[in-house]
């Protein structure tokens, strides 16, 4: 597969295989559901036929942004950038795209509101107003893609006010020929290991790479119990290197400590995690 990009690059290489906003519940691959086309978002750019054995997937960058404001004060800002695709298996992956915008657009009305009342209230206060505007905001970006697969990383920014705005991750793997998530078991299924010796050894090998930056905590099974979260919502993808799983700020370290990843190599993958 060919894939070109007016935004972010994909490598071709032959390998093995506190945000406020909840993220999207996308579609799992389910292969006895039948796949219903629907249509991209407004104003994306056309689909351009591409013959099926050429697998050229290309795609450009959208932006979409807006604000409310009162005479010269704009208090709420909101922005959504992400991929349009065209060529063999656009539809798929713009349906996939478009159902993570839908789910986004469908909370800024409450985030707009919620800025309206502080604004409101923060002209009431004695003190002077606090600093606007706050800002919701979704980056959807293409991280890698193999023959038939493609990995999409978004990215959820979330500035109401506080301290210092929230962000939060999640990765999704795409099936290129139906347009579903893929599950993190089917893609260890090649590798003979299970999600609780991944889970096992990712845990291990956060707290020798990360273990200063962790919450203190007493409880033995903590850790472990949020990695087997990330394996289950959307905080795993494959790279060219292997598969890495990610904590985002305040899951198990502070928010200082950032983005917090575990990466495991194909070879760990291939060896059953005994290397």
């Given amino acids: ?21 909840a993220p999207v519940e996308s579609v799992t691959k389910a292969p006895e559901e039948e796949l219903k086309p629907t249509e991209a978002a407004e104003g994306t750019a056309p689909v351009q036929d591409a013959e099926e054995d050429s697998y050229v997937l290309s795609f450009t960058d959208k932006d ?11 208090y ?9 695709f065209a060529g063999t298996y656009a539809e798929n992956m713009n349906r996939f795209v478009t159902s993570l915008v839908e789910a986004f657009r469908e909370e800024l009305p409450d985030a707009l509101e919620n800025a309206k009342f502080d604004y409101e209230e923060s002209k009431e206060n004695e003190y002077g107003m606090q600093i606007f505007p706050e800002a ?3 980056t959807i970006s293409c991280v890698w893609s193999k023959e038939q697969m493609m990995v999409l990383k978004a990215e959820y920014y979330s500035n ?11 990765a999704y793997v795409v099936d290129l020929t139906d347009g579903y998530k893929e599950t ?22 956060i707290r020798a790479e990360h273990g200063e930056a962790l919450f203190p905590t007493d409880d033995e099974d903590y850790l472990e119990d949020w990695v087997y979260l990330f394996t289950q919502t959307e905080q795993w993808y494959f790279n060219e290197n292997g598969l890495v799983l990610f904590a985002n700020p305040y899951d198990i370290a502070p928010y200082a400590a950032g983005v917090l990843e575990c990466e495991i190599s194909y070879e760990e993958l291939e060896q059953g995690l005994k290397k």
């Fill in 136 to 138: 919701e905001e979704l």
């Fill in 1 to 21: 597969m060919i894939l070109a990009s007016a935004g972010c690059g994909a490598k071709e290489e032959k390998q093995k295989e506190d945000v406020t906003k």
């Fill in 184 to 205: 993190f078991e089917s893609m260890l299924r090649p590798y003979g290991v299970t999600t609780e010796e991944v889970v096992a050894f990712a845990t291990e090998r």
């Fill in 76 to 84: 709420f800002k909101s922005a959504i950038h992400y991929p349009v």
């Fill in 160 to 170: 109401t006010g506080g301290a210092h705005p929230n962000m939060a991750y999640k």
């Fill in 64 to 74: 979409e942004t807006e604000e409310a404001k009162e005479g010269d004060v704009v």
